[in-house]
């Protein structure tokens, strides 16, 4: 059954902190593995991952993929309040559904 | 553009009762998706659409639930009978590329 587990579950760091969010996944015939920021409501697209080793960006996030270690990370430099929200992996993959892991929670204090 | 439109916002009904959810895509997007979300399962695809045909439905937990797509710009999701389990927050979402969603705001569904 394809698996995604994100780590920390929960994090706490204040304003100007460098964070690392991690994503790591089983899955067959793998295709894309998306990252999404969910704030009070619904979730927004942020990034979608399909080579290894090439650097998205936007802004004070990026995210990287290893397809060989099977993960990726999500890092947030200067973290600012309105960064606070539960990130989302999800991976996509041939012939099978979208599966999402359960979130990291993040919360950055003034 | 408005955006994803879902209606109701909230619902909250009796156990047995049918529920209807509805969804109006943004305009263009070909690709309309539907999920739910608890505390204890996190985000679930149910079931996605491209083009209006139902593309896969493994996600749907049950006989229970239905989802229809009869136009570009309208999708349903039925219970019917709804449980309490069933509560959570439904979500719409539509794309032009399969992993590029748009959410709408959601429905609270709350069985009792």
Known sequence: ?110 | DAGVIQSPRHEVTEMGQEVTLRCKPISGHDYLFWYRQTMMRGLELLIYFNNNVPIDDSGMPEDRFSAKMPNASFSTLKIQPSEPRDSAVYFCASSTRRYEQFFGPGTRLTVL
Not at chain 1, 72 to 82: D, E, K, P, R, V
Not at chain 1, 85 to 108: E, H, K, M, W
């Open chain 1, 1 to 110: 059954e394809d698996k995604v587990v994100q780590s920390p579950l929960s994090l706490v760091v204040h304003e100007g902190d460098t964070v690392t969010l991690n994503c790591s996944y089983e899955v067959t015939n793998f295709r894309s593995l998306l990252w999404y920021k969910q704030e009070k409501k619904a979730p927004t697209f942020l990034f979608m991952l399909t080579s290894s080793g090439i650097e998205k960006k936007s802004g004070r996030l990026s995210s990287i993929l290893d397809k060989k270690e099977l993960f990726s990370i999500l890092n947030i430099t200067a973290t600012q309040t309105g960064d606070s929200a539960i990130y989302l992996c999800a991976v996509d993959s041939y012939g099978q559904n979208f599966v999402f892991g359960p979130g990291t929670r993040l919360s950055v204090l003034p």
